[in-house]
């Protein structure tokens, strides 16, 4: 199962908005509305910021949302903070019962 | 409060084998689903497999089949991952990481360890 693709790096300013892509295939994104973004600080864990393609968990702002067309997912920022300096990482299901990351996004706010 | 708290760090020779526990507490044991997440330095996540607690069922990435086990201890709510024939590109932190069960698999994890830093060096 081949990664999933993301930018290597993305950057805006404070206050304006990002997004990040994550492209598939017809075996995963394409088929399946089971992808999921995650955000990681250096040498943190992981956090679940957007599930299902666009469903966000308890305590993540509205700021974040999430869309899928054909084989890519999208994560938008909008109104950029400072702490929103991260990497991201894009998940998706992928048939056969495995599952796939993306390569990361390094998010930089100017 | 669900918590996955994992085992310490490690440092193994080349051909050894690795095993990182993953206590879970705060929430039904056999109701959820655990996976098991790598990260080498510098580089992105990998999915490495995923044992349901409650059967004991398992399903491993096909890079990793034949060379990881997952089990777990219903006694003691404790998955655990075993890594052999250890080299050094499997110098990575692991990380247990949840995913949450309804009527239906989910395939997100809402709830992660802190990682468990192998090094592979001889």
């Known amino acids: 199962q081949s990664a999933l693709t993301q930018p290597a790096s993305v950057s805006g300013s404070p206050g304006q908005s990002i997004t990040i892509s994550c492209t598939g295939t017809?075996?995963?994104?394409?088929?399946?509305?089971?992808v999921s973004w995650y955000r990681q600080y250096p040498g943190k864990a992981p956090k679940l910021i957007i599930y299902e393609v666009y469903n966000r968990p308890s305590g993540i702002s509205s700021r974040f949302s999430g869309s899928k067309t054909g084989n890519t997912a999208s994560l938008s920022v909008s109104g950029l903070q400072a702490e929103d300096e991260a990497v991201y990482y894009c998940?998706?299901?992928?048939?056969?019962?495995?599952?796939?990351f993306g390569g990361g996004t390094k998010l930089t706010v100017l | 409060q669900v918590q996955l708290v994992q085992s310490g760090a490690e440092v193994k020779k080349p051909g050894a084998s690795v095993k990182v526990s993953c206590l879970t507490s705060?929430?039904?044991?056999?109701?959820?689903?655990i996976h098991w997440v790598r990260q080498a330095p510098g580089q992105g996540l990998e999915w490495m497999g995923i044992i349901n607690p409650s059967g004991g069922t398992t399903r491993y990435s096909q890079k990793f089949q034949g060379r990881v086990a997952m089990t777990r201890d219903t006694s003691t709510s404790t998955v655990y991952m075993e890594l052999g024939s250890l080299r050094s590109e499997d110098t990575a932190v692991y990380y247990c990481a949840r995913e949450p069960i309804t009527m239906e698999r989910l395939y997100y994890f809402d709830y992660w360890g802190q990682g468990t830093l192998v090094t592979v060096s001889s």
């Open positions: 017809i075996s995963d994104v394409g088929t399946y509305n089971l």
């Open positions: 705060g929430n039904t044991f056999t109701n959820d689903y």
């Open positions: 998940c998706s299901y992928a048939a056969g019962g495995s599952m796939v």
